[in-house]
């Protein structure tokens, strides 16, 4: 049987929101709460395949201001999390169905904070999914430094050297080390980026939201006091990366224990832009989590 599926859009200040709703309105319920799955910069394609495990409910995705199809209005500048997450406060008062659940990965796990942060009646349970928050590490500084240099190198040499330098913070297992955002840059090619500028600076990772997803600081005193549930989830594969390694601070911060999901960063991937996680697992181990009271 195929998913109902409906495109809306919705006007906030600065930008036209695209989002989608899969499923029929009235399997919507105190027991089965609309989920909302998020990403950040990616787009509701990024959660195709993680949809289709849920289909006992309705659920929501969206493309953020200045990805997919949602477009800015508000310029080219970089964006904040507390910007996404008004956005989001925009969109789930649009559905008209009270609190949601929201799945969260990445940067959409940093502006679900913001959004239970400055609005937390609007969430039932979030699933906050490695927000990669680097200045909650404890070699912060260190990480802050390699964020601030790749912004720098996006800048002055455009995306395939900024890109590369990004792939490797990314893949880094441990600490930091001192003068990590010193050592010689990796080569662009080798991760199938071009070396050659090609003059434009709107990349929507490495132009408008990585400064802002990254150097968010979660406000864990409004954090605790929300009646939402909260979940930090880190994936097994990712022990050791620094969005994992944030998504542990984060946890910390809040006396909880992080709920290890199968693979890694992108383990809810089935294909979605070349890449593959283990979606069938992970969206059982989702499924569970959400059910867990």
């Known amino acids: 049987m195929t998913t109902k599926l409906d495109t809306h859009t919705l006007d906030t200040s600065g930008a036209t929101l695209t989002y989608d709703v899969r499923g029929e309105a009235g399997t919507a319920g105190a027991d089965h709460p609309v989920l909302l799955l998020i990403g950040s910069p990616m787009d509701a394609v990024g ?84 927000p990669p928050a680097v200045r909650t590490v404890p070699d912060h500084e260190q990480a802050w430094a390699a964020v601030e240099d ?38 662009p090619v080798a991760f199938g980026l071009p070396a050659e500028d090609d003059g434009s ?47 542990v601070a984060v946890a910390e911060r809040l006396g909880l224990s992080p709920e290890v999901f199968p693979s890694h960063h992108g383990g809810f991937l089935g294909g979605e832009y070349g890449q593959h996680g283990e979606p069938e697992p992970f969206a059982a181990k989702l499924r569970e989590v959400l059910a867990t009271t």
Do not use: W
């Open 47 to 130: 959660f195709t395949t993680l949809a289709s495990h849920f289909t006992d409910r309705v659920v929501v995705t969206y493309d953020p201001r200045g990805t997919g199809r949602s477009v800015r209005t508000d310029g080219k500048g970089e964006l904040t999390p507390e910007v996404h997450a008004d956005d989001l406060r925009q969109l789930i008062e649009a559905l008209g169905v009270g609190a949601v659940d929201v799945f969260a990965s990445s940067g959409g796990a940093v502006n679900g904070l913001a959004l239970v942060a400055r609005h937390p009646g609007l969430v039932r349970t979030l699933v906050a999914h490695e």
């Open 150 to 187: 790749i912004h720098r190198t996006y800048r002055r040499d455009g995306m395939g050297p900024a890109m590369a330098k990004f792939i490797a913070l990314t893949m880094q297992k441990g600490p930091l080390p001192d003068g990590y955002a010193d050592a010689p840059a990796p080569d």
């Open 201 to 247: 600076r709107d990349d929507a990772l490495l132009g408008q939201n990585l400064r802002g997803c990254c150097g968010y600081r979660p406000d864990f005193d409004a954090l605790a006091a929300a009646p939402t549930r909260i979940v930090v989830a880190v994936g097994t594969e990712s022990e050791g990366e620094l969005a994992a390694r944030a998504g």
